[in-house]
């Protein structure tokens, strides 16, 4: 999930999680808080990666270190 520390990620996460999805949260912190993921860190299917999603090679190496997460874009 993209802005995945954003206000919208925030109210979206709990809810795929407890739908069973395993989640991977992607955000650079430009304007998403790193302390709504703090419910979810304990979450065995939970991932949080800060990442510029503009930068193609980051990206690429947040997804790929996450492998086997479902992803919400």
Do not use: K
């Not at 993209?2 to 809810?15: D, Q, S, Y």
């Not at 739908?19 to 430009?30: E, N």
Request: proline content about 4%; overall charge negative.
């Amino acid at each position: 999930m993209t802005g995945g520390a954003g206000f919208v990620a925030a109210n979206l996460i709990p809810r795929l999680l407890n739908g069973g999805a395993r989640v991977l949260a992607l955000d650079d912190f430009s304007r998403g808080l790193a302390e709504h993921w703090a419910p979810f860190r304990n979450e065995p299917r939970f991932a949080g990666a800060q990442v510029d999603c503009s930068d193609a090679d980051a990206l690429r190496g947040a997804i790929e270190r996450a492998r086997g997460e479902d992803r919400v874009a």
